[in-house]
């Protein structure tokens, strides 16, 4: 099973043709995208998606503000919206669901706020609360998380002690790191800042004790190319793909 996450961008706008071309390359079972809207082009591509067998769909898009940033998750399998017990009280940044594929799963989207907002931590605490506390079975929280652990997930100085101490926290009750479980201190960056094109790896996708030993792969793609800086990418964001096994062992 291949669970693909990505901040499409504001959207997608005029660049959901090629956003929709590199999702089928990669020819996911689920997707998880950030900054979806309920504009004209995040609604096309929500079409596409379908056409491509990814038709059970959930969203906190809302058309009476269709270009504000929310979530999609999309799968070949049936999706049940789950509403957990403290999770982030944000407008559609964060939506969970069930999936009943063949082998079943929880996927908890995110994208939590800028520290600027002064929304972001309790966000981040509300999002481990949910981790210490869970009981539903094997679950991925996926998504852009604004935040990753000092030195190794950044080129410049960025995140602080209470970002890092997140992803510790959440190792520590089993959720871990899929790309850090796999690759340990490899260096990759998801976004670059528009101004001194510094890199920081702030996509990641947490895998709970009972699907850890099915996580086989994760892995970080920029659609279109690598080289940093590149003009032309239909997304400012590295997608993550993250393969499972069908079973443990």
């Known amino acids: ?82 509403r957990l017990r403290g999770q982030p009280h944000e407008s559609g940044r964060w939506l969970a669901a069930a999936v009943a594929a063949p082998y079943p799963l929880t996927l908890g989207a995110m994208h939590v706020p800028n520290r600027v907002t002064g929304r ?5 605490d509300a999002v481990l609360a949910c981790a210490r506390r869970w009981r539903l079975g094997p679950a991925l929280f996926v998504g852009d998380t604004n935040s990753g652990r000092r030195g190794i997930d950044e080129e410049v100085p960025a995140f602080n002690a209470r970002e890092q101490g997140w992803i510790d926290e959440l190792a520590g009750c089993g959720w871990r790191d899929a790309f850090r479980h796999l690759r340990a201190d490899a ?3 998801t ?34 190319g690598t080289r940093r800086g590149r003009r032309g990418t239909p997304s400012d964001h590295a997608a993550l793909l993250v393969d499972l096994r069908g079973e443990m062992g």
């Open 120 to 124: 972001k931590y309790p966000f981040l």
């Open 1 to 82: 099973m291949r669970i693909v996450a990505w901040n499409i961008r504001a959207g997608g706008g005029i660049r959901v043709g090629r956003i929709v071309r590199h999702l089928e390359r990669w020819a996911p079972d689920a997707v998880v995208l950030c900054e979806f809207r309920a504009t004209p082009p995040s609604l096309e591509l929500a079409r596409r998606l379908a056409a491509l067998g990814l038709a059970h769909q959930c969203t906190t898009a809302n058309r009476a503000a269709p270009s504000a940033n929310r979530l999609l998750i999309a799968a070949r399998w049936p999706l049940r919206p789950l």
């Open 187 to 189: 260096r990759a960056y």
């Open 191 to 224: 976004w670059y800042s528009p101004n001194g094109r510094n890199g920081f790896r702030i996509d990641q996708a947490f895998v709970n004790p009972a699907l850890l030993e099915r996580l086989a792969g994760a892995a970080y793609v920029w659609a279109g």
